[in-house]
């Protein structure tokens, strides 16, 4: 037997049941709501490694327009609205993994910190980090992808106290030396530049610079993508023969970046060249089957990417509730 239900019956059954027995009845409606959400991070297991995922918070940029250039408005609505996201505001996630290799606990980028260049709800991963258990104290390595205001962030407070004294830190020097330019404070990028030093340059005698293809830490590979930034890089990390690729920004949006790699970002430093480094790197990894932690996208971040024609889907990773 075949049902054809439309909308139209089902606003009918709602009428025609009553309030009080959709709600199920008056016990329900007396109850308190109770406001708050379940811890912001998640964990899961990669070979010997234990991964916990930590948020920074929703990153909101606001309209895409101007943002993400390389198709006309009509069509970045529909790609939005067809995967039933707001075409008004592209809100980004923030996810670091924290890893425990066992002799090491490795952090991966550092959120906004005290920057509310994007609004309030940035500014969590301390926060995040004691829903964990994980002590910054604890923290061995910090790896930085790049240095933008919302990765090398949360190295200091508001007082510029080091929040992670006992761990060593990791950039590419193209970056750090590009965004500590003092010479840049009188350009477009000031606020990055100051946000920048003020967080990097307290720790400058433990910044080791890592290399393109280098293992700098033990099952940590430095992958040169630039573009986004000049020495923008992504990581893959390795435990018992278990990988996955931290892309850092090689693509903030799991539709936008992913269907249309071309498409360019208006936080590129030279978008063509970051478009040249998006479309390398998910070839590859798309081709290997090696699973992705995004920095920006839906929490928890993990997935995989497989080949679409010209462009690329992401497939997120069921979250496994039991370790």
């Known amino acids: ?26 016990a329900l409606a007396r109850a308190a709501k109770v406001g708050t959400q ?22 909101p940029l606001g309209p895409p ?11 970045i609505k529909k790609m939005l609205t067809d995967n039933f996201l707001s075409p008004d505001n592209i809100v980004l996630e923030q996810n670091s993994p924290i890893v425990n290799m066992g002799d090491k ?18 500014g969590r991963q301390q926060k995040s980090m ?18 933008h205001i919302d990765h090398i962030g949360g190295v200091v407070d508001a007082s510029g106290k080091v929040l ?25 990028l000031k606020d990055f530049v100051i946000h920048a030093r003020k967080n990097l340059m307290p720790i400058r005698d433990r910044l080791v610079f890592y290399k393109d293809g280098q293992e700098f830490l033990p099952g940590v590979q430095a992958l040169a993508a630039p573009g986004h930034t000049v020495g923008h890089t992504m990581f893959l990390v390795t435990s018992e023969g278990k990988s996955f690729a931290f892309l850092g920004d090689l693509t903030h949006h799991q539709i936008l970046l992913m269907e249309h790699p071309r498409m360019e970002f208006s936080y590129d430093t030279d978008p063509k060249q970051a478009a ?20 920006h996208y839906p929490w928890p971040g993990y997935g995989h990417v497989v080949k679409t024609g010209e462009g690329f889907h992401y497939l997120p990773e069921p979250m496994q509730m039991l370790l």
């Not at 952090?107 to 920057?115: K, N, Q």
């Not at 004691?130 to 240095?147: L, T």
């Not at 040249?276 to 920095?295: E, F, G, H, T, W």
């Open 65 to 75: 327009k101007g943002t993400f250039t390389g198709a006309t408005d009509d069509e």
């Open 105 to 122: 606990l490795v952090l991966f980028d550092t959120g906004m910190g005290t920057s509310q260049a994007f609004g309030s709800t940035t």
């Open 164 to 188: 992670f004294p006992n761990a060593q830190y990791y950039i590419a020097q193209s970056d750090f030396d590009y965004w500590t330019d003092e010479g840049k404070l009188g350009s477009p």
């Open 276 to 295: 040249d480094s998006r479309v390398k790197m998910l070839d590859m990894l798309a081709a290997n089957k090696i699973p992705v932690m995004s920095y």
């Open 1 to 26: 037997m075949t049902y054809h239900v439309s909308r139209r019956s089902l606003l009918a059954l709602g009428a025609g049941l009553g309030a009080s027995t959709l709600l199920g009845g008056n």
């Open 130 to 147: 004691a829903e964990a258990g994980i002590k910054p104290e604890d923290i061995d390595a910090v790896v930085f992808s790049h240095a």
């Open 38 to 59: 379940s811890p912001y991070f998640h964990r899961f297991m990669l070979g010997g490694a234990e991964v916990t995922v930590v948020s920074d918070g929703p990153l």
